[in-house]
């Protein structure tokens, strides 16, 4: 008898309790960080039983590979995913009309936009159209827009509006979406949406979302970490602490700790560039740039060299993250910042460090050699003395030197010293 009240008293608190409807928030660039928030967050939210996942998303693109996973996500996922353009001003651009369209549910909130989703503004290729050739961006703009056909065929979306947006970059605002049929509904704000989603029939369920209680999903620290480890900041600073590291191994041999932190970014560089793009025209310039410092130390050009690289590395540092569309791009004080650090390590540290290797030893008994100092003693090749660098040292000669006769200190082995007569 007492299970059986103990049951009651569960359902009960169940049915008090009422729904619960999950909601992450997406503001900024789409990327790997960002497909790894909303799958786990969908399966955070079908554990909480929920009734649905909100996805509050504001972005002005991100990479397609990304963009793939979170699409698949969607269609994999066990509860209903609703995506809601917010807040008031927001906008989903080029890979957050992908996401939009994929979801159960699209909806907009009042004054936002959504569009222009051209494939080469997506993280493939170049934004620079000279760079990507004709046969190429057409296969891109082809698979971009056949992958946003069956997302809007799938979900039974305006797919004349979703093709024109990838191939003619068309955008629209969240009214007229509506009316177009890109989105399903608008909403002022989260509890005016789950009130309009209420009894909405998704994959053969009605929602129950009216006055249902919202717990939002936080990214957790390695989500949050890589978010803001995947930036072009990040990728500059890596790029940096590289070049710095080889050159001030390469200037102060065995320091060790500049040679493994300079491997260490490298590295990391090499993994993140696989999944944010960079523009090789950037790259080269940034290499030009290095190799005008680095000749400039060795055949000294008054300046000019160095001059070149400063405006190579700057041009370089602004190309090489040229994908403003989606959201990555590097910040003009940060592209001026790199340049001016990076000319003074090659200018006050590594240039010295470098000269300094082939200057004349002014420490330890190889200065001793070439000195002229007088013979302390007879000196033949059977033996002698010498007295120099306040040490009297012995000393032997092919030819023999009278005590008084000056010598040159021509070589030394072990303690002995080689001598030869001056000769004037």
Same mark, same amino acid.
């Given at each position: 008898?007492?299970?059986?009240?103990?049951i009651?008293?569960?359902?009960?608190a169940?049915?008090?309790?009422?729904?619960?409807?999950?909601?992450?928030?997406i503001?900024?660039?789409?990327?790997?960080a960002t497909? /790894?928030?909303?799958?786990?967050? @969908? +399966? +955070?939210?079908?554990?909480?039983n929920?009734?649905? *996942?909100?996805i509050?998303?504001?972005?002005?693109?991100?990479?397609?590979?990304?963009?793939k996973?979170?699409?698949?996500?969607?269609?994999?996922?066990?509860?209903?995913?609703?995506?809601?353009? &917010?807040?008031s001003?927001?906008?989903?651009?080029?890979?957050?009309?992908?996401?939009? @369209?994929?979801?159960?549910?699209?909806?907009?909130?009042?004054?936002?936009?959504?569009?222009?989703?051209?494939?080469?503004?997506?993280?493939i290729?170049?934004?620079?159209?000279?760079?990507t050739? +004709?046969?190429?961006?057409?296969?891109?703009?082809?698979?971009?827009?056949?992958?946003?056909?069956?997302?809007?065929?799938?979900?039974?979306?305006?797919?004349?509006?979703?093709?024109?947006?990838?191939?003619?970059?068309?955008?629209t605002?969240?009214?007229?979406?509506?009316k177009?049929?890109?989105?399903?509904?608008?909403?002022?704000?989260?509890?005016?949406? @789950?009130?309009?989603?209420?009894?909405?029939?998704? /994959?053969?369920?009605?929602?129950?979302?009216?006055?249902a209680?919202?717990?939002?999903?936080?990214?957790?620290l390695?989500?949050?970490?890589?978010?803001?480890?995947?930036?072009?900041?990040?990728?500059?600073l890596?790029?940096?602490?590289?070049?710095?590291?080889?050159?001030?191994?390469?200037?102060?041999?065995?320091?060790?700790f500049p040679?493994v932190?300079?491997?260490?970014?490298?590295?990391?560089?090499?993994?993140?560039?696989?999944?944010? $793009?960079?523009?090789?025209?950037?790259l080269?310039l940034?290499?030009?740039?290095?190799? @005008?410092?680095i000749?400039?130390?060795?055949?000294?050009?008054?300046?000019?060299?160095?001059?070149?690289?400063?405006?190579?590395?700057?041009?370089g540092?602004?190309?090489?993250?040229?994908?403003?569309?989606?959201?990555?791009? *590097?910040p003009?004080?940060?592209?001026?910042?790199?340049?001016?650090?990076?000319?003074?390590?090659?200018?006050?540290?590594?240039? =010295?460090?470098?000269?300094?290797?082939?200057l004349?030893?002014?420490?330890?008994?190889?200065?001793?050699?070439?000195?002229?100092?007088?013979?302390?003693?007879?000196?033949?090749?059977?033996g002698? &003395?010498?007295f120099?660098e306040?040490?009297?040292?012995?000393?032997?000669?092919?030819? $023999?030197?009278?005590?008084?006769?000056?010598?040159?200190?021509?070589?030394?082995?072990?303690?002995?010293?080689?001598?030869? $007569? =001056?000769t004037?």
């Open positions: 008898m007492k299970r059986w009240i103990s009651a008293l569960f359902f009960c169940a049915a008090l309790q009422g729904a619960q409807v999950g909601l992450i928030k503001d900024g660039p789409i990327g790997p497909a /790894n928030y909303i799958s786990r967050a @969908l +399966d +955070d939210a079908d554990d909480q929920d009734e649905c *996942l909100v509050e998303l504001d972005t002005p693109g991100g990479l397609l590979q990304s963009t996973e979170i699409v698949e996500t969607f269609y994999s996922a066990k509860i209903p995913t609703v995506v809601y353009v &917010s807040p001003g927001a906008t989903a651009g080029s890979a957050g009309v992908f996401i939009t @369209l994929a979801a159960d549910v699209a909806a907009m909130a009042p004054n936002t936009s959504i569009g222009a989703a051209h494939p080469v503004e997506m993280g290729g170049s934004s620079d159209e000279s760079s050739n +004709d046969i190429m961006r057409q296969k891109l703009e082809n698979y971009a827009s056949t992958f946003v056909e069956t997302i809007a065929e799938k979900r039974h979306r305006n797919v004349a509006w979703a093709k024109s947006a990838v191939l003619e970059s068309k955008a605002t969240a009214e007229n979406a509506l177009l049929k890109v989105i399903d509904l608008i909403a002022t704000n989260v509890p005016d949406l @789950l009130q309009k989603l209420n009894g909405r029939a998704v /994959n053969g369920k009605a929602l129950k979302t009216a006055g209680s919202v717990v939002e999903i936080p990214m957790i390695t989500e949050h970490f890589f978010q803001l480890f995947w930036q072009p900041e990040v990728m500059m890596l790029m940096l602490v590289a070049v710095y590291g080889i050159i001030a191994e390469i200037s102060h041999p065995g320091s060790i040679g932190a300079a491997a260490l970014a490298l590295i990391l560089l090499l993994y993140m560039s696989a999944t944010l $793009p960079l523009n090789v025209a950037g080269a940034i290499v030009l740039a290095i190799a @005008l410092f000749v400039d130390i060795y055949a000294p050009t008054h300046g000019v060299l160095t001059g070149g690289g400063i405006v190579a590395f700057f041009l540092v602004m190309m090489l993250f040229n994908h403003a569309p989606t959201g990555y791009h *590097l003009m004080t940060w592209a001026i910042s790199a340049t001016l650090v990076t000319a003074a390590f090659f200018v006050f540290f590594a240039g =010295k460090g470098i000269r300094a290797q082939f004349p030893k002014r420490a330890g008994s190889e200065t001793m050699i070439g000195k002229t100092v007088s013979a302390k003693s007879r000196i033949d090749a059977a002698g &003395s010498v120099i306040g040490e009297l040292w012995n000393a032997v000669s092919d030819t $023999p030197i009278e005590p008084g006769q000056p010598v040159v200190v021509g070589g030394i082995e072990g303690l002995t010293l080689r001598v030869k $007569p =001056k004037n």
